[in-house]
């Protein structure tokens, strides 16, 4: 089991950058990935964006492309969220897959962290 604690979630205004960490307890495979998913008061959790480990490849969900980086640094991933707006505002999950084939499924993944609050005040 990996367990994933987050942080970095807080209160900015809408315009602002925020930077959210997941660090893992472990890692392990060869074609894993982490991702963050998000969810808003009310809504469905949704896919933000994924790093696969081995090649450092990442992908974005429509709304956050060219907003949003993800990275990764030893066991660590990183969201760097810039021109935040106040649809950004959710809950924001990282999570870990050994193969994350699918990885728009939240259910791809088997490891979640706890959530970390982002509000974007407009």
């Known amino acids: 089991q990996v367990q994933l604690v987050e942080s970095g979630g807080r209160l900015v205004q809408a315009g602002g950058s925020l930077r959210l960490s997941c660090t893992a307890s472990?890692?392990?495979?060869?074609?894993?990935?982490m991702a963050w998913f998000r969810q808003p008061p009310g809504k469905e959790r949704e896919f933000v964006a994924i790093i696969i480990w081995s090649n450092r490849n990442s992908y974005y969900a429509d709304s956050v492309k060219g907003r949003f980086i993800i990275s990764r640094d030893k066991n660590t991933v990183y969201l760097q969220m810039n021109n935040l707006k106040p649809d950004d505002a959710a809950v924001y999950y990282c999570?870990?897959?050994?193969?994350?084939?699918?990885?728009?499924?939240?259910?791809?993944?088997?490891?979640w962290g706890q959530g970390t609050q982002v509000t974007v005040s407009s």
């Open positions: 472990r890692l392990y495979g060869s074609s894993y990935g």
């Open positions: 999570a870990w897959a050994e193969y994350p084939g699918h990885f728009y499924d939240p259910g791809t993944f088997g490891s």
